[in-house]
């Protein structure tokens, strides 16, 4: 990624630098791995126990840029040196206006991440339900939507639909028709088979994309969605359109970056909770082999 960067202050780290420490504030940045590998470490009874290692291409402490987060895990670095580049939100926003192959870089990685922590659903058998209205990125999800909702007003060729309460837009394993969707008004509820009991686990408003994992080439849907208000509006993306709404503005752009990070970020810290990072299991990790880049 390190020849598509202009704008980007570029990092080095030796072999045991601390990135930074679980508790740290977390100063307005993420950081993107150009070469080598970092170890992620959380406290955990105690004791500091490694619960991820990421490699060239892949960035950590995204909810840094989300918003002032303690960050919740120590980063070191585990390579002989790594170099990373340090991306705020202005960096990001000077960066994705003059260099729209970075842009598409973060959006496809994202969604890749996204499709991962959506596959691991498989794994988790007690229920649960994504509480917003508590949860502290509730302002940035609520302010995601009302910038989102501009797609609606520039793309006046958006095909949407009416749908009314207890509508099923799709079941989860149900083949994966090349489409995603955001909710213009309205709920949906995003629903998960908990050992064979639907429960609704992630609620949708206006503003809100699901379905996402479609660019990935995934073949079946990873959950079902369903509508759960009347008179529900919902628009239908395929990848072209999606790519092209992408393309038409800095600001959206950093909008959709910010949707797809706070979206995986509370999904995954909710299966974290059930002990899915505990968990081994070889089908998904073989469908998580199958996950495509978007190239958007």
């Known amino acids: 990624m390190l020849h598509i960067l202009k704008n980007i202050r570029v990092m080095e780290f030796k ?19 150009l070469a080598g590998r970092v170890n992620v470490f959380k406290t955990m009874e105690g004791k500091p126990r490694q619960i991820d290692s990421l490699g060239e291409g892949n960035f950590f402490g995204e909810v840094g840029i989300l918003m002032d987060y303690p960050r919740t895990a120590t980063v070191l670095a585990a390579s002989a040196s790594v170099r990373m580049a340090r991306i705020t939100t202005e960096s990001f926003l000077q ?12 959006i496809g990685i994202t969604i890749q991440r996204m499709a991962r922590i ?110 759960t208000a009347e008179h529900t509006s919902i628009c239908a993306f395929d990848k072209n359109l999606f790519s092209r709404v992408i393309q038409s503005d800095a600001n ?21 909770k059930k002990g899915i990072e505990n968990i081994e299991d070889g089908r998904i990790n073989k469908m998580e082999a199958n996950i495509q880049d978007p190239e958007l």
Do not use: C, W
Request: charged share 25%; glycine share 8%.
């Open 15 to 33: 072999q045991g630098s601390v990135i930074y420490e679980e508790g740290d504030k977390a100063d307005g940045s993420l950081y993107f791995i």
């Open 95 to 106: 960066e994705a206006s003059q260099n729209m192959k970075f842009a598409l870089k973060m």
């Open 118 to 227: 959506e596959l691991k659903l498989q794994m988790v058998q007690e229920p649960f339900t994504v509480d917003l209205e508590s949860h502290p990125l509730k302002p940035i999800v609520i302010e995601n939507r009302q910038k989102n909702m501009q797609i609606a007003e520039m793309l006046h060729s958006l095909r949407s639909m009416v749908h009314f309460k207890g509508k099923k837009l799709y079941g989860e394993g149900d083949r994966d028709t090349g489409e995603m969707f955001m909710v213009l008004k309205g709920e949906v509820q995003l629903m998960h088979a908990f050992q064979s009991q639907e429960v609704g686990f992630y609620p949708l408003y206006a503003g809100d994309f699901f379905g996402m994992s479609t660019l990935t080439g995934m073949q079946r849907r990873p959950y079902a969605a369903t509508v």
């Open 252 to 272: 959206l752009i950093f909008s959709i970056f910010r949707t797809f990070v706070a979206y995986s970020t509370i999904l995954d810290e909710y299966m974290r």
